[in-house]
C-alpha cells in the first residue's frame, strides 16, 4: 500500500484529523470555525454536527481525541469530556444537532479550577461538574439552537454563548501557556519522537515534565507522542501513495509492525483498512 507525504501534515483540520469518519456515511454536517482573538489560549476550536439518520439506522461517529477537554451540549445531553485515551465512539440516531467546544491544553485545569487528571476516560454532566452555572449554560445554548439548527448564523450564535461563558476563566497562567506550547511543538514537529526532546526544548527534567502534564492534561508525555502519530497516520493514510515501511519510519517507529500495532490498538482497524474506506 502506498502513503502520500502531505508537506502540510495532511490538508486537514483539527477536527477532520481527528475524526476517523468513514467517507460513505453522509447523515452529517459539521459546522468547523475558531475562537474570537481574545479566547485563543482557551478555546482551539468549535464543532457544531447537524444529523439526520434514517429510521432504524445509526451512524457511529469515532474520534481519535487530541490532549484536551470538550464540552458537548445537545437537546439530550450537556457534558464535560476529560481526554480519552483510547478511541472515543459515539453513534448518532434519529435527528439532532451538538455544540461542541475542544478546549485548548491549558483551558481543562482552568475551567475546573483543579487537576484534570481524574477526568481522564471520564465524562459526566455539565451540570454535575459546575453546579448551577452549568445548567444554565446548557439551556441557553439550547435557547439559541431552538432557532434553526441547521443556520450558520444560529449556530455562530449557540458557540457566542459558550465564549461569553468561559470568557471568565482569562487570563492564563504561566504553567498553561506553558503546557499550550509544549503541546504544540509536539503536534506539529513529526522529529519529536522521545520524551528527551521535549525536556530539552523546555528546559524541564523529565520528573517536571511528567508532573506537569500529568495535572494539566491527565496524560504522560508518552501519550502526546504517540497520539500525534496516529493523528498524522490517519491524516496520510487517506490517500494511498507511499509505503507503509515509509510512514512508519517518517513518523518514528522502529518499523511497519509497530505501526500497525499501535493503529490497531487504538483504532480497531489495521491501516489497511482504514485505507479501503477512502480508496
Same mark, same amino acid.
Given at each position: 500500500?502506498?502513503?502520500?507525504?502531505?508537506?502540510?501534515?495532511?490538508?486537514?483540520?483539527?477536527?477532520?484529523?481527528?475524526?476517523? /469518519?468513514?467517507?460513505?456515511?453522509?447523515?452529517?454536517?459539521?459546522?468547523?470555525?475558531?475562537?474570537?482573538?481574545?479566547?485563543?489560549?482557551?478555546?482551539?476550536?468549535?464543532?457544531?454536527?447537524?444529523?439526520?439518520?434514517?429510521?432504524?439506522?445509526?451512524?457511529?461517529?469515532?474520534?481519535?481525541?487530541?490532549?484536551?477537554?470538550?464540552?458537548?451540549?445537545?437537546?439530550?445531553?450537556?457534558?464535560?469530556?476529560?481526554?480519552?485515551?483510547?478511541?472515543?465512539?459515539?453513534?448518532?440516531?434519529?435527528?439532532?444537532?451538538? /455544540?461542541?467546544?475542544?478546549?485548548?491544553?491549558?483551558?481543562?485545569?482552568?475551567?475546573?479550577?483543579?487537576?484534570?487528571?481524574?477526568?481522564?476516560?471520564?465524562?459526566?454532566?455539565?451540570?454535575?461538574?459546575?453546579?448551577?452555572?452549568?445548567?444554565?449554560?446548557?439551556?441557553?445554548?439550547? !435557547?439559541?439552537?431552538?432557532?434553526?439548527?441547521?443556520?450558520?448564523?444560529?449556530?455562530?450564535?449557540? !458557540?457566542?454563548? /459558550?465564549?461569553?461563558?468561559? +470568557?471568565?476563566?482569562?487570563?492564563?497562567?504561566?504553567?498553561?501557556?506553558?503546557?499550550?506550547?509544549?503541546?504544540?511543538? /509536539?503536534?506539529?514537529?513529526?522529529?519529536?519522537?522521545?520524551?528527551?526532546?521535549?525536556?530539552?526544548?523546555?528546559?524541564?527534567?523529565?520528573?517536571?515534565?511528567?508532573?506537569?502534564?500529568?495535572? +494539566?492534561?491527565?496524560?504522560?508525555?508518552?501519550?502526546?507522542?504517540?497520539?500525534?502519530?496516529?493523528?498524522?497516520?490517519?491524516?496520510?493514510?487517506?490517500?494511498?501513495?507511499?509505503?507503509?515501511?515509509?510512514?512508519?519510519?517518517?513518523?518514528?517507529?522502529?518499523?511497519?509492525?509497530?505501526?500497525? +500495532?499501535?493503529?490497531?490498538?487504538?483504532?480497531?482497524? !489495521?491501516?489497511?483498512?482504514? !485505507?479501503?474506506?477512502?480508496?
Amino acid at each position: 500500500m502506498n502513503i502520500r507525504d502531505r508537506s502540510d501534515r495532511d490538508g486537514l483540520d483539527d477536527v477532520e484529523r481527528a475524526h476517523l /469518519v468513514d467517507p460513505a456515511d453522509t447523515s452529517f454536517q459539521i459546522g468547523r470555525w475558531g475562537p474570537t482573538p481574545d479566547l485563543a489560549e482557551v478555546i482551539r476550536r468549535f464543532w457544531v454536527p447537524v444529523w439526520s439518520v434514517p429510521a432504524g439506522g445509526d451512524a457511529p461517529q469515532r474520534v481519535l481525541q487530541y490532549p484536551v477537554c470538550l464540552m458537548v451540549v445537545s437537546s439530550e445531553y450537556a457534558r464535560f469530556y476529560g481526554v480519552a485515551t483510547g478511541l472515543s465512539e459515539t453513534t448518532l440516531t434519529g435527528q439532532g444537532w451538538a /455544540v461542541g467546544v475542544m478546549l485548548t491544553p491549558a483551558a481543562g485545569g482552568l475551567v475546573l479550577d483543579g487537576p484534570v487528571d481524574v477526568w481522564t476516560d471520564r465524562h459526566a454532566e455539565l451540570s454535575e461538574v459546575f453546579g448551577e452555572r452549568g445548567a444554565e449554560l446548557a439551556d441557553r445554548v439550547r !435557547t439559541t439552537m431552538a432557532t434553526d439548527p441547521t443556520e450558520e448564523s444560529t449556530q455562530r450564535a449557540a !458557540t457566542g454563548v /459558550v465564549e461569553d461563558w468561559l +470568557r471568565p476563566i482569562l487570563p492564563l497562567d504561566d504553567d498553561g501557556r506553558l503546557i499550550n506550547e509544549i503541546v504544540d511543538y /509536539v503536534e506539529n514537529d513529526s522529529t519529536v519522537v522521545a520524551i528527551g526532546q521535549i525536556c530539552a526544548r523546555f528546559h524541564l527534567t523529565e520528573r517536571s515534565l511528567q508532573r506537569l502534564t500529568r495535572r +494539566r492534561l491527565g496524560l504522560t508525555p508518552k501519550w502526546l507522542i504517540q497520539r500525534r502519530r496516529l493523528h498524522e497516520a490517519a491524516g496520510r493514510l487517506r490517500v494511498a501513495d507511499g509505503t507503509l515501511a515509509t510512514l512508519a519510519a517518517e513518523l518514528g517507529y522502529a518499523d511497519e509492525a509497530h505501526l500497525v +500495532r499501535d493503529f490497531r490498538t487504538v483504532t480497531g482497524l !489495521t491501516p489497511r483498512e482504514f !485505507t479501503a474506506r477512502f480508496t
